[in-house]
């Protein structure tokens, strides 16, 4: 009878949330600094105490994962998980170096980036770009103090790492802020902190030049953190709040349409009210123009659907309407996940498997919470083959996968054997070639 209420509270629950725009998910139970999404719509977060979060159901379960992070001494920031090719993941902890997983996150191992007494406070940064060869290169950005500031580039996926000169880069107590390569060509950027700009090297780093400003134009003040692009190669900044800016006080976004040669202030739906301190903490670039945008003050989250052209706050669902928030990120099922300053990860599942003919499904679990067989039934307006199975809290499959066919305007349902799986909270996961869509099943005995 637990279990039945607590399955009832869960989808009770749901429905409420569901009239917000962000929906609280079940964690992870750390402080979230970081997201990444892989082709699965595999969710993963970084957290400030040496574990990556992985959650395979969309929020409504996360596992965490230390294997090749924690050291048994400190706690470490993860600040950055990225996923290459083949949903390889690679990971920027501080104090540790650049870590790499083929095993959708559960071990890491690190990679050698030829930097030898890296300190537990020493902060790394990296960018990854898939190559014509099939290669992937990776550059990355590291920041011992000022005496230490190094860059490395491999373009074998991090087996090897040769040295990039910062040559006249300028350094402070903390100089690098982040690192990007071009998506157009060779052209490297270094994000440099503490008020010295953005530079960019075409020469692989025998010299730089700040390129996001003059000292004559009033804006020579500039800091930034984030850095990505569109489909179109089209590159976007995140510049910190500069309140003595005659552009734009408040922290924003810039953008670049010519491989960073000239840059323009986003500005068409920002306000002002946060303009101390306030910096822009992750920039996600999703299909068709839509960008999202968190700031460290409450007037973010910001979305564009236009590329960058036109943005809008949406915070519903964040609690007292602040929206301050660390990361955010567009999964390519078109899920949607924000980690606020304080709280757990949301979501927003309203792009969730855009594809048409699956957004039309209709899927029931019956019973619901089930006993000994579940029945999914779906009712398809296209006719359509699906996959269906059943999988546990850390997405192991629990029940082998069944094939349904269903014809246009028909329904099918199969049934699925639950006498011997354990109770709990399982997901039904229905895949199809217009993507994936999963329900919440309670299993009771």
Known sequence: MNMLRF??????????ASAQYWEQTSGPPAPTVCLAANSKGHVFAGTQFSKVYRTTDRGTNWEPFENGIATG????TIAQIKVGPNDVLFAAVYGLGLLRSDDNGETWRKLDLKIDGMTPSSRLFFHLKPLTTGALQIFVGYDGGPTKLLMRLSNDGGETFTEVSRSNIPSATNSIFGVFISPNSDKLFVLVSY????YRTTNGGASWARIDTDASSGESDDTFRQMASDE??????GRNALPGSTKTPNAVVMKSTNDGE??????????????????????????????????????????????????????????????AARAIVI???????????QGFVMRHLGLASVNENLSKLRI???????TDRLRIELGAQDAGTYEIELVDAAGRQVIP?????????????????TSHIPSGMYSAVIRSDGGVRSVPVAVVH
């Open 73 to 76: 001494m400190d706690f470490m």
């Open 331 to 341: 999964s390519p099922d078109g899920a949607e996940y924000v980690a606020p300053i």
């Open 364 to 370: 029931d679990a019956f019973p619901n919470p089930a």
């Open 195 to 198: 008020n010295k700009g953005l």
């Open 7 to 16: 399955a009832l509270c869960l989808f009770a629950c749901t429905a409420v």
């Open 262 to 323: 000239s840059w323009s202030y986003l500005t068409n739906g920002w306000d002002n009210r946060d303009v101390t301190n306030n910096r822009i903490s992750s920039i996600s670039i999703g299909k068709n123009g839509r960008i999202w945008a968190t700031l460290e003050k409450s007037s973010g989250p910001m979305l564009s659907t236009n590329y960058g052209e036109s943005w809008t706050a949406i915070k519903e669902g964040f609690e007292g309407d602040d929206g």
């Open 401 to 417: 996968s069944h094939r349904a066919v269903a014809g246009a305007g028909a329904s099918t349902s199969v049934w699925l054997s």
């Open 232 to 237: 179109k190669g089209h590159l976007y900044v």
